[in-house]
């Protein structure tokens, strides 16, 4: 079974700090994505990477950055968080197909 | 710009009810696929339709891709409080990137 997890369930950071998420997978994926999850707006798309040290900005890109220096992990950084990147953070990895296997969320609270 | 529209956002039901959820697009996609979400949880995969017309079974759950391939239902019979959870329909981008685009999900509850 292909397994994919991430650092925290929960977190809660101040204004101005700078977040670390990070995502495991344990199963050859070249491609793993970060995504937000709000009500009402479903998944939306942060950043995508298709191989290591490789990255695509996806639909909401702005004050995120990511890294990928190994091919099973794939950070997600919020520089400087504020206060409306309080949301759900899923990673996903999937082969060369398109069907993609998510992590549990990291439920992030900036404060 | 493809885009996929979910209806209801939110369905509410007693145990034993019948509901059908669905997924609409102008665009054509090469499959779509369904997932569940459940609380605290990372979305999982249902299915994948493939080929206009199609039909897959999974138990309760009935999907259907249409035959223009722009648009998919779930049909759910006999609906149990374990199928509570969020639904998600997804689609391949036009450039084959292994990107998807998911539709704003539907909301589930069943009641006992």
């Known amino acids: 079974d292909v397994k994919v997890t991430q650092s925290s369930r929960y977190l809660v950071k101040r204004t101005g700090e700078k977040v670390f998420l990070e995502c495991v997978q344990d199963?050859?994926?070249?491609?793993m994505f970060w995504y937000r999850q709000d009500p009402g707006l479903g998944l939306r798309l942060i950043y995508f990477?298709?191989?290591?040290?490789?990255?695509e900005k996806g639909d909401i890109p702005e004050g995120y950055s990511v890294s990928r220096e190994k091919k099973e992990r794939f950070s997600l950084i919020l520089e400087s968080a504020s206060t409306n990147q309080t949301s759900m953070y899923l990673c996903?990895?999937?082969?060369?197909?398109?069907?993609?296997?998510f992590g549990p969320g990291t439920r992030l609270t900036v404060l | 710009t493809q885009l996929l529209e979910q209806s209801p956002q939110f369905l509410s039901i007693q145990e034993g009810e019948n509901l059908t959820v669905y997924c609409n697009s102008s665009?054509?996609?090469?499959?779509l696929q369904w997932y569940r979400q459940e609380p605290g949880e990372g979305p999982v995969l249902l299915v994948t339709?493939?080929?206009?017309?199609e039909v897959k079974k999974l138990k309760r759950l009935t999907f259907q891709f249409g035959d223009a391939r722009k648009d998919s239902s779930l049909h759910i019979t006999a609906a149990q409080p374990g199928d509570t959870g969020l639904y998600l329909c997804?689609?391949?981008?036009?450039?084959?990137?292994?990107?998807?685009?998911f539709g704003q999900g539907t909301t589930l509850q069943v009641k006992p």
């Open positions: 996903a990895s999937s082969l060369f197909s398109d069907t993609q296997y």
């Open positions: 199963m050859d994926h070249e491609n």
């Open positions: 990477s298709y191989d290591v040290k490789m990255k």
């Open positions: 665009s054509v996609f090469s499959s």
């Open positions: 339709v493939v080929t206009g017309g």
């Open positions: 997804a689609g391949p981008f036009q450039s084959n990137t292994g990107k998807l685009i």
